[in-house]
């Protein structure tokens, strides 16, 4: 049985390895891409060996068996609750939406359709991150006392930097990964967040936040901080990190989810970068999404743990202004 | 389905089986003259203990050879007689003559013959080749190994009492640290900048130091590049060294294996029990890879696509045998203090 998906958008940079997951997938057909610049969508059409299609509603009358949203955040609710009603199974980057309000109503129109939303957080199927999860699973460090994250990139410009499309900068951006493995550690929320959030302090005259610095209270008793920053100049030699060091009463973990790497230096390029050889976190994801079609099982990843990872960014947006710590879960916003 | 069965249920031999359980064929079984040793393999992987090599042969489609170096010839030859396709751990073998002899084997009985150098399907090293041959580094000028950790030789349970050294400590089994260690790294070298023309060596002896085992080969390629391996089994105890670098005229790749695991978990119970020594290696230190990405998986499951398409291994048997030519050349060069040229290069008989 072939199953059949298809790409709407590729706004987000993620649709790039996405689409090249699911060619290595034995049994999955990309059916088609949509996109609303239609250059791009027939460039990776093209690239990609398949269709482009002009609309969105084109590709989703191809009775596809899921689609994968990677449209700038704003546009996530529009097109799922375009996909809902088609398409069983969809695959939304992250973060989820812009807005609770927009959250919610995803889950909602996507539960009325029996269509299952699921939230793209490929952070989860690193490979070093699964170990780390395991550690805790057998209760190896005890009672947790801190953990230290941070989720570092480049500043990525485009509609990243457009608020009305990005709904905010590199806290919303890069909170959301860390909260979501946070949340999956130790099935728990955050309860209260405090942020310094710095705008254009990095980057003179962006226009929106590009530096952030959380520090939370999860439900199990543990504090911790998140740094979200767009702090890599172009000249690292890497895009950013995911890292997490947990203390506890027994022991100490770390974890640095990109540190398999190969330093490269090439006069042809004029600097150093480093090239992951660790496994392909992209794959894993897509991989699960296709399972979850296959096999018709509940999602990994919910739209409710989108919904959950959101609030916190936006909790944090809501200290910055107060000046003062926020309690979760927000009210109706 | 492919029957697969393995000779030699040590390290190795559970390592393979590991990873023949997760890939689409049978385990048969296993076959080792220790006794006892097969009834833990079998316990832990499946399949049986067969009694004799023949038995093995009669009841499976591939062979997987995992004995001690020195005994990788006769099952080979056994398996190749009996018409099965052959996977052999590496060294091909212990000596030039065998490895011939071997190779000859396979091509007149018409059997596939794999030699397990594992490091070519390690990510890492793989990647690394890419990007050498994407060009990005230019024209290749220079590469550097390392490879060693401390001695193999007592288990960690035991004192150095006799009858507890295992075979690596056998000169004449093993072919110490240069054949067992270092040809990976010369057979990496080689896969990214050819052949090489010359080695240069020098290292500890059985003589020099006992239990400790060590060399600095410095080699020289036909295309002019200049190669560096170090091989040791004298390292005071901590994390094993893997570190390699590579060169061009416009550019350079380093890995280094001791930087900071992507995972490290330190439990204060253990470091209270470990002495000041082995605290600065964690135990926990771990660098974790989806299990389709793990290195003996790859290598195996390269092995069966091969076998199903026809297509050559990215290992030959040819490569196998350079492998040990060029390991022997460097044992020859610390015996003699000369350089050794590859080219007509022969073992004295032994």
């Known amino acids: ?333 | 389905m492919k029957r697969v069965g393995i000779v030699g249920a040590g390290v190795i031999g559970t390592w393979h089986a590991a990873r023949w359980r997760q890939l689409p064929v049978e385990l048969a079984g296993f076959y080792d003259v220790v006794a006892g040793a097969t009834a833990k393999a079998v316990e832990e992987f499946g399949g049986r203990a067969y009694e004799s090599l023949d038995t093995m042969l009669a009841a499976v489609d591939v062979v997987d050879v995992c004995t001690p170096t020195s005994c990788h010839q006769a099952p080979v030859l056994a398996a190749a007689a009996a018409g099965k396709d052959v996977v052999c751990e590496k060294p091909l073998a212990r000596h030039l003559s065998d490895a011939e002899e071997m190779i000859a084997a396979c091509q007149s009985a018409n059997v596939r013959l794999f030699v397990a150098q594992v490091v070519r399907f390690f990510r890492e090293f793989s990647q690394a080749k890419a990007i050498l041959d994407s060009g990005r580094l230019g024209h290749p000028g220079l590469i550097r190994t390392v490879r060693g950790g401390s001695p193999p030789f007592i288990p960690p349970s035991g004192g150095d009492e006799g009858g507890e050294r295992s075979w690596f400590a056998d000169f004449e089994q093993s072919g110490g640290v240069i054949m067992d260690l270092s040809i990976h790294d010369i057979d990496f070298a080689r896969w990214c900048f050819g052949d090489v023309e010359r080695v240069f060596a020098r290292g500890l002896t059985d003589a020099d130091a006992q239990l400790h085992s060590h060399a600095l080969i410095v080699l020289r390629f036909r295309n002019g590049a200049i190669g560096h391996v170090e091989g040791s089994w004298a390292d005071p105890p901590g994390r094993f060294r893997t570190l390699f670098e590579i060169a061009g005229d416009q550019g350079l790749i380093e890995f280094d294996g001791l930087a900071p695991a992507p995972l490290t978990v330190t439990l204060k119970a253990n470091a209270r029990r470990m002495n000041n020594e082995q605290a600065i290696s964690v135990p926990g230190a771990e660098s974790p890879l989806h299990p389709t990405d793990d290195p003996y998986y790859r290598e195996l499951e390269h092995f069966l696509n091969c076998l199903e398409n026809g297509d050559e291994f990215l290992v030959s048997p040819q490569d196998g045998l350079e492998a040990v030519r060029i390991s022997l050349a460097a044992i020859e060069s610390i015996r003699t203090g000369l350089p050794i040229y590859l080219d007509g290069f022969e073992e004295e008989a032994a």
């Open chain 1, 1 to 333: 049985m072939t199953i059949r998906i298809g790409m709407l958008s590729f706004a987000h940079m993620h649709a790039y390895s996405y689409a090249a997951c699911l060619k290595q997938i034995p049994g999955v057909e990309l059916v088609g891409i949509a996109d609303d610049d239609p250059a791009r969508g027939q460039e990776m059409a093209r690239r990609f060996g398949t269709r482009f299609l002009a609309s969105a509603e084109a590709l989703l009358d191809e009775k596809l068996d899921g689609v994968i949203l990677c449209a700038e955040n704003a546009r996530h609710r529009s097109l799922t609750e375009l996909a809902a009603p088609h398409t069983p199974h969809i695959l939304c980057e992250k973060p989820i939406a812009t807005t609770l309000a927009d959250a919610q109503a995803m889950i909602e129109t996507s539960a009325a359709h029996g269509a299952r939303l699921q939230i793209a957080f490929p952070v989860r199927f690193s490979p070093p991150v699964q170990r780390l999860k395991a550690v805790l699973d057998e209760g190896a460090l005890g009672r947790i006392y801190s953990v230290k994250a941070t989720n570092h990139g480049r500043m990525p410009g485009g509609w990243f930097v457009d608020k009305a499309l990005s709904g905010g900068g590199a806290v919303i951006d890069h909170t959301v990964h860390v909260i979501d493995l946070l949340r999956w550690f130790w099935n728990t929320e955050v309860t209260e967040v405090y942020a310094e959030i710095g705008y254009s302090l990095l980057h003179p005259d962006l226009g929106i936040d590009d530096a952030g610095m959380l520090s939370f209270n999860l439900a199990t008793g543990a504090y911790g901080t998140l740094d979200t920053s767009w702090s890599r100049p172009t000249s690292y030699p890497t895009w950013g990190d995911v890292k997490l060091e947990v203390l506890g009463e027994k022991g100490a973990a770390k974890v640095d989810a990109f540190n398999q790497h190969l330093a490269v230096y090439s006069d042809q390029t004029g600097r150093g970068e480093w090239v992951n050889w660790g496994s392909n976190i992209d794959l894993g994801l897509i991989r699960n999404f296709v399972d979850t079609i296959a096999t018709g099982r509940e999602p990994f990843i919910t739209g409710y743990d989108g919904l959950k990872a959101l609030e916190v960014a936006l909790a944090a947006y809501r200290s910055a202004e107060t000046g003062l710590p926020v309690s979760l879960p927000l009210g109706s916003t």
